[in-house]
């Protein structure tokens, strides 16, 4: 009987941690329109995970990936969560995006947070909700 009950008191306390604090969730989406392929590659600097170059070629594609806020030391900020993607597109690539900082902890635990960002053809837009209209945020650079 004891017994339970500790063992329904740990689910109870899994379940209350893991929902109290949800991931962060990246989005990149390819808005890129005409048949047009986005390529992204994403890194972290904090855990040196790296996606590779990878392609989005449909309109309208997402690639997503989730995660938490390091438990570290929140002062350590060389050992913050940040998240960094290099985006790019057209026939040799020529239109890019480098170094945008998809994601970066701050100095307290945050929680569910989302980071939209939006290939188009006039640049990459932004946004922290998928209820709120996207903003422009830069063009392409020409390389
Ligand atoms: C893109 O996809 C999202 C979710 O999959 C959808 O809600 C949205 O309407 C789509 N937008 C366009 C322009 O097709
Ligand atoms: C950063 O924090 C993580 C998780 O707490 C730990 O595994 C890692 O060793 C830390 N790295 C450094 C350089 O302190």
Not at 91 to 112: F, K, L, S, T
Not at 126 to 141: D, E, F, I
Request: net charge positive; hydrophobic share 35%.
């Amino acid at each position: 009987m004891n017994q339970i009950i500790v063992l329904l008191i740990v689910i109870a306390m899994h379940f209350g941690l893991n929902e109290s604090c949800p991931d962060h969730r990246v989005v990149i989406t390819n808005q890129l329109g005409k048949g047009r392929a986005l390529q992204y590659r994403c890194t972290g600097s904090h855990d040196g995970s790296n996606t590779g170059i990878r392609t989005l070629a449909k309109f309208n594609q997402s690639y997503q990936f989730l995660f938490r806020d390091w438990p570290t030391s929140w002062t350590d900020e060389q050992n913050r969560s940040r998240f960094v993607c290099d985006l790019s597109w057209g026939p040799q690539n020529e239109n890019r995006a480098d170094n945008i900082e998809v994601y970066r902890a701050a100095m307290n635990r945050r929680c569910g947070l989302l980071r939209q960002y939006i290939a188009r053809e006039d640049g990459f837009y932004y946004r922290s909700a998928y209820n709120v209209p996207v903003g422009w945020v830069r063009g392409w650079t020409k390389k």
